[in-house]
């Protein structure tokens, strides 16, 4: 019978993961199972089709190099990548604050040529048109307002053939909003067992908070020490004092504790 | 009892290459350096830690083609004739080398042998499982990643997509590691708002953010980067340090950058006469990089001193003690304006550590070494952090990367905005195969898990990266169409003519990534 050392090896050559772990018994199961499957399995690389790795001590090294880019596998020889697909879809993808491109496809039975357009809205307000003159095609749109949500659309003849998601444009500097909300998790218990969003679960602002002390910490905590200066102020660590936090973190925990 | 606490997170990730078409590849070199020069040298310092008692926790991301990379049989074989070519080269510039240089020479000799000493026999070729043990022990925490570190947020549009990026990536960890990943380190720091709800439902507790998710994050959160805060759905959010960052990663006044450091582009590949090199260059002839370097950083001219390792030594130590100072000053501050511990979150790419800075496996072990002399911080992990301090401030973070100007512009780029038309379609045509196949025959089941693995080979944000910073833009552009054309052919054989079995095993052949996918979980919910 193998040792487990030469047992783990087999299992290396066979590409097992996880035979670090495995005791004895698990180990020549694993093997078995993946002697079983090979020539089978889709994902272990059908043995035939493989090239043999020539054992290392019969192959000088150096030489390995020199092999010459002669391939061990057919060539693939595919179709390219099409200019237009089978389906009409749009989708906006945002690249920062004030920026994003449209993608766009449009089957092509359902492409017009031409007179198909796009539309960017926020809401119901049109925030840009472009041309969608190409079955598969992009568009950028720039100088956008930050911290929105928007979406597109493509429309022919008052019809829309295709709409995307709406997705969020990214603030570009920090929040205006000081309502400090805290909650406690328990790492250990599943997140399953929470409210899915906890700022419902918590209510609304529990506590109002100094729009000017809060900027005070916050901008100790986002400048480090370069802003010590900002900070010697006494009021800015008393906008979580010990009874404040108490008095967020107990309202947060018995919130989640009733959900 | 500390006054607060460092958070070191190495994002150690590599895109999945590997050509068993050829018998041997230029691109797979990378993984080969970064065994070598990050993840061995890593992996000692954790050995000389424990050895000497010194304690550390850290975190690591060890992404799913990084793992099935270094699990691979095929690539194993490979890299140890890459080691075994590099102690021949080493060798030989011993025997043909004088004075100082030979010295390093006979340097660069040992580190290799013992290097191939430690890969073969001290970890069996088992890397995956030298890591695992170390997580085992308590020292250090593995994160999950995007299942080929696709950017999540320019998938937005497909949730079905981001969904799968993730769920494959925990079946994957599970499978490896035996146990549920609490941490994951999403592609590029990306994140999107909603994506935290993708991860709750994973199982996911926590995510590294850039520091602006959190800075910029409504309302404004009072203990900016230095508390995690909890997204709207309980999963936690821990923001990049800008200051620590900046000591590391700055191109003027970072670490890496000091004159006595080893000088990563003066290579011998480029440098040797070429009848020395003949034999160790790419088989067209043209040069690269072999890891052999005998020069330091010395300045920004091209004229280049010898390294001296000694010296080099020494700094290392002396910025980990700076580093260390650094954060000491750092949390006095913070716990006395904030009132409360703080944590300082480090995230790095692992493979700065050894690959781009040559001492930086060494500046990790100092680290933890002046790191255990603290009274002011202790180094911990985000899980054992959360366990000690569950309550965190409820925020909205949002759109994000660690990427420059750290939102999604460095993945959607005039340089590499091409990709999406083809990669937005795929993923739909995805879940359109996922709904339709209630019950595949077996070809069809292999050939849906095949399109699964092609469509996540091509969302890797590794393609578009490198198409940015116009490197290797040839592979990068091949490998992207590679997949797509082969996710293609496979997407019309199923829906249409049939699949060519003889194609499918040809594409399963070359990309082997995860065996056990579950195509299902493209499937619309």
């Not at chain 1, 956008?144 to 429309?155: G, T």
């Not at chain 2, 010295?103 to 580190?111: P, S």
């Not at chain 2, 994050?217 to 805060?229: K, L, S």
């Not at chain 2, 996540?456 to 091949?478: E, G, P, V």
């Amino acid at each position: 019978m193998a040792d487990v050392r030469t047992l783990r090896d087999q299992a290396r050559e066979l590409g097992i993961a996880g035979r670090s772990k495995m005791r004895k018994a698990e180990l020549l199961a694993a093997i078995e199972a993946a002697l079983r499957q090979h020539g089978t399995s889709p994902a272990a690389a059908p043995a035939e089709s493989l090239p043999e790795p020539a054992p290392r001590t019969t192959r000088p090294a150096r030489k390995h190099r020199h092999a010459g880019a002669t391939p061990l596998l057919p060539p693939l020889a595919l179709a390219p990548l099409p200019a237009a697909y089978d389906i009409t879809h749009v989708a906006v993808l945002p690249r920062n604050p004030r920026e994003l491109v449209v993608f766009w496809a449009i089957e092509p039975r359902d492409f017009p040529a031409t007179g198909a357009r796009l539309e960017l809205k926020s809401g119901e307000r049109v925030l840009a048109v472009a041309p969608a003159d190409r079955a598969l095609g992009r568009w950028y749109f720039g100088g956008l307002q930050p911290d929105q949500a928007v979406r597109a659309e493509v429309i022919f003849e008052g019809r829309v053939l295709a709409s995307s998601g709406t997705v969020l444009l990214p603030p570009d500097g920090p929040s205006r909003l000081h309502q400090p909300l805290m909650g406690a998790i328990d790492i250990a218990r599943p997140l399953a067992t929470l409210p899915r969003d906890l700022r419902q679960a918590a209510g609304p602002a529990p506590l109002p908070a100094s729009a000017t002390a809060s900027e005070r910490v916050w901008q100790a905590a986002t400048t480090g020490t370069a802003a010590a200066g900002v900070v010697r102020e006494a009021d800015a660590p008393a906008l979580l004092s010990a009874e404040r936090h108490e008095a967020l973190v107990s309202s947060f925990v018995h919130a989640m504790g009733e959900a | 009892m500390s006054r607060g606490y460092l958070a070191l997170v190495l994002h150690a990730h590599m895109p999945f290459i590997r050509h068993p078409e050829y018998p041997s590849y230029l691109e797979e070199d990378w993984l080969f350096e970064a065994i070598t020069e990050t993840y061995l040298p890593l992996l000692e310092v954790f050995d000389e830690l424990h050895r000497e008692g010194v304690p550390f926790h850290l975190s690591m991301t060890l992404t799913p083609p990084l793992v099935a990379m270094l699990d691979d049989a095929l690539l194993q074989e490979r890299y140890v004739d890459h080691l075994e070519q590099l102690i021949q080269l080493a060798s030989e510039e011993v025997g043909r080398r004088t004075g100082h240089v030979q010295w390093l020479a006979e340097r660069n000799l040992e580190l290799f042998r013992r290097r191939l000493a430690q890969y073969t026999h001290r970890h069996g070729g088992d890397l995956v499982g030298a890591f695992a043990d170390w997580q085992d022990r308590g020292n250090l925490e593995i994160l999950t990643c995007g299942a080929t570190h696709g950017f999540l947020p320019l998938m937005q549009s497909c949730p079905e997509a981001v969904r799968a990026q993730i769920e494959v990536a925990i079946d994957s960890y599970r499978r490896r590691f035996c146990r549920e990943p609490r941490g994951i380190w999403l592609p590029e720091c990306g994140y999107f708002p909603g994506l935290d709800a993708i991860l709750r439902d994973a199982g996911i507790r926590w995510f590294i953010g850039e520091g602006t998710a959190i800075q910029h994050a409504t309302p404004r959160p009072v203990y900016g980067v230095y508390a995690p805060v909890y997204t709207p759905s309980g999963v936690a959010v821990f923001g990049r340090d800008p200051e620590t960052s900046a000591q590391v990663w700055s191109a003027e006044s970072g670490y890496p950058g000091h004159p006595d450091y080893r000088e990563f582009h003066r290579d011998l590949g480029y440098t040797a006469p070429f009848d020395e090199i003949a034999p160790y260059v790419q088989p067209t002839g043209l040069r690269k990089n072999v890891g052999i370097k005998y020069h330091r950083i010395t300045g920004k001219t091209e004229r280049k001193e010898y390294y001296d390792p000694w010296r080099a030594r020494r700094v290392a130590d002396e910025h980990a003690a700076d580093f260390v100072r650094n954060r000491e000053q750092q949390v006095a501050f913070l716990s006395d304006a904030l009132g409360r511990a703080p944590i300082i979150t480090a995230p790095y790419d692992a493979e700065l550590f050894g690959h781009w800075w040559y001492e930086g496996p060494q500046f990790v072990g100092d680290l933890f070494r002046h790191l255990a002399r603290s009274r002011v911080v202790e180094s911990i992990t985000p899980s054992a952090y959360l366990a000690r301090h569950p309550e965190q401030q409820v925020v909205q973070p949002n759109l994000s990367s660690w990427g420059a100007n750290s939102y999604a512009d460095v993945w959607l780029h005039e340089s590499n905005e091409w990709i999406y038309p083809h990669l937005l379609v795929a993923a739909r045509h995805m879940t359109d195969l996922a709904n339709r196949f209630a019950r595949p025959d077996a070809l069809q089941d292999r050939a849906l898990r095949q399109a699964a693995r092609e469509l996540l080979l091509a969302q890797s944000s590794d393609w578009a990266f490198i198409l940015q910073t116009n490197t290797s833009t040839q592979y990068a552009s091949q490998r992207t169409v590679d997949h797509l054309e082969r996710f293609r052919a496979l997407y019309d054989g199923l829906v249409g003519g049939g699949v060519d079995p003889a194609v499918l095993a040809n594409i399963e052949a070359r990309d082997t990534l995860f065996p056990d996918i579950d195509w299902r979980v493209y499937r619309s919910r």
